[in-house]
C-alpha cells in the first residue's frame, strides 16, 4: 500500500472513531480550519445545514452530549482516490440518549489535504428517514416536557 493510501485510511479511520468516542477535540483536530461541511439529501438540510469550520463545532458539541453512547461501524469498504485525496466510507451509526435508540445508515466522502492528514471538505449523505424519524421522537419529547411543566403549573395554581 502507498505511503499516501495508508495516511488517507488512517484520518478517515480516526474521523470515525472520533464520532464513536465522542470527542468534539479529536474531530476538530482532523478538520482544517477551512474546512466545508455539507448534508445531503436536501429534505434533511434544515436540520443539518450547510456549514463551515465553526458553526459546524457549535452544532457538534451540543449533538454530541446528547448521546449516552455512540458507535459506527463500516458496512462496506471504503473508496480511496489517492489523486484526489478522498476517501468514501459506509458506515452505520447506533447510538442511545434518552429518547430512544437511532439507527441510520451514511455514505461519507472526505476530501483531505495533499498530506492526507486534515479533512477540508466533509460531505455527508443521511438516510433521510433515519434522521427524520429521530428528529420526530426529539420533537414529541420537546412536546412531553412542555406538556408536564404545563400540567405542573397548573396544579400549583
Request: aromatic share 10%; hydrophobic share 40%.
Amino acid at each position: 500500500m502507498s505511503p499516501i493510501r495508508d495516511q488517507l485510511l488512517k484520518t478517515a479511520t480516526a474521523y470515525l472513531d472520533a464520532h464513536t468516542n465522542r470527542d468534539v477535540e479529536a474531530l476538530r483536530g482532523l478538520y482544517s480550519p477551512s474546512c466545508k461541511h455539507e448534508n445531503y439529501p436536501k429534505p434533511i438540510q434544515p436540520i443539518f445545514p450547510n456549514v463551515g469550520h465553526e458553526e459546524y463545532f457549535v452544532a457538534a458539541v451540543d449533538i454530541i452530549k446528547m448521546w449516552e453512547s455512540f458507535d459506527i461501524h463500516q458496512f462496506a469498504d471504503p473508496v480511496v482516490d489517492e489523486e484526489a485525496r478522498k476517501v468514501v466510507v459506509f458506515v452505520e451509526g447506533t447510538g442511545k440518549a434518552d429518547v430512544g435508540t437511532y439507527v441510520n445508515e451514511y455514505i461519507v466522502v472526505l476530501k483531505m489535504d495533499n498530506e492526507g492528514k486534515l479533512v477540508e471538505e466533509r460531505l455527508q449523505f443521511f438516510d433521510s428517514k433515519g434522521l427524520l424519524d429521530w428528529v420526530a421522537l426529539l420533537g414529541q419529547r420537546a412536546q412531553e416536557i412542555h406538556q408536564k411543566a404545563m400540567n405542573s403549573k397548573k396544579a400549583d395554581e
